[in-house]
T-cell receptor, first 114, second 115 residues
C-alpha cells in the first residue's frame, strides 16, 4: 500500500519560475491538505480540499494555487516562485473529520528557490 | 479557533531516561488530539490520538499521552527512551466534527537522545 505519494522529492527553482507539486493517495480519502514546514514554525496549512472538485484556502495561501480534479490527486502550483517559498512541502490525506481519523502524510518535497 | 503550544522546542535526554514532551491547547469547542513523530528527512507519522474515553492513551513505540481537560493539556511520555527515538514530535488538534477537518499543529519539540 503506497499511502500518500509526493512528486518530486527535491526541486530547485529560479525566482519567477513556475512548478506543480503532485500528491496522490490510494486510500480513497475525502480530505486532502497541503502544508509547508519551516524551521521553528511547525506545519502551516496552505490549501485543503474536502472532496473532488473542491478547494479552500488555509492559513498561508498567498502565492499558491491548487486543484483537485480527481479524488486521489491534489496538485499544488506555484505560478511565480519567490525565495520566501523555499520550504519543505507536505501533502496529507484524511478519511474524514467527524470520527477523529488521523491524517496520513507523504514524504515531503524539499523546494529551494534561488 | 484552535491553537497548540508545545512548551519546549528542544529536549535533550540520556538513553534509558524517562521523558515528557509538553503540549497545551486552546479551543472553545471539543477537539481531537494527536501526537505525530517526524524522523529526519521523513514525513510525519501518527504516534497516538485521543478521541474520547480513557484519558490515558497508548501509542506506538512505547509512548503514551494523558489528556487533562481542566488543564487543556496532552503531554506525551515515555518511561525509557532509546537512541532511535531521536526525532521531532508534533502535537496537533482537530475540531470535533469540523467540516474542514484540518489539523492545527504546534511548532514541534526536537527530542535528542544521547548515549
Amino acid at each position: 500500500n503506497a499511502g500518500v505519494t509526493q512528486t518530486p522529492k527535491f526541486r530547485v527553482l529560479k525566482t519567477g519560475q513556475s512548478m506543480t507539486l503532485l500528491c496522490a493517495q490510494d486510500m480513497n480519502h475525502e480530505y486532502m491538505y497541503w502544508y509547508r514546514q519551516d524551521p521553528g514554525m511547525g506545519l502551516r496549512l496552505i490549501h485543503y480540499s474536502v472532496g473532488e472538485g473542491t478547494t479552500a484556502k488555509g492559513e498561508v495561501p498567498d502565492g499558491y494555487n491548487v486543484s483537485r480534479l480527481k479524488k486521489q490527486n491534489f496538485l499544488l502550483g506555484l505560478e511565480s516562485a519567490a525565495p520566501s517559498q523555499t520550504s519543505v512541502y507536505f501533502c496529507a490525506s484524511r478519511r474524514d473529520s467527524g470520527t477523529g481519523s488521523g491524517a496520513f502524510f507523504g514524504q515531503g518535497t524539499r523546494l529551494t528557490v534561488v | 479557533a484552535q491553537s497548540v503550544t508545545q512548551l519546549d522546542s528542544q529536549v535533550p535526554v540520556f538513553e534509558e531516561a524517562p521523558v515528557e514532551l509538553r503540549c497545551n491547547y486552546s479551543s472553545s469547542v471539543s477537539v481531537y488530539l494527536f501526537w505525530y513523530v517526524q524522523y529526519p528527512n521523513q514525513g510525519l507519522q501518527l504516534l497516538l490520538k485521543y478521541l474520547s474515553g480513557s484519558t490515558l492513551v497508548k501509542g506506538i513505540n512505547g509512548f503514551e499521552a494523558e489528556f487533562n481537560k481542566s488543564q487543556t493539556s496532552f503531554h506525551l511520555r515515555k518511561p525509557s527512551v532509546h537512541i532511535s527515538d531521536t526525532a521531532e514530535y508534533f502535537c496537533a488538534v482537530s475540531r470535533y466534527g469540523g467540516s474542514q477537518g484540518n489539523l492545527i499543529f504546534g511548532k514541534g519539540t526536537k527530542l535528542s537522545v544521547k548515549p
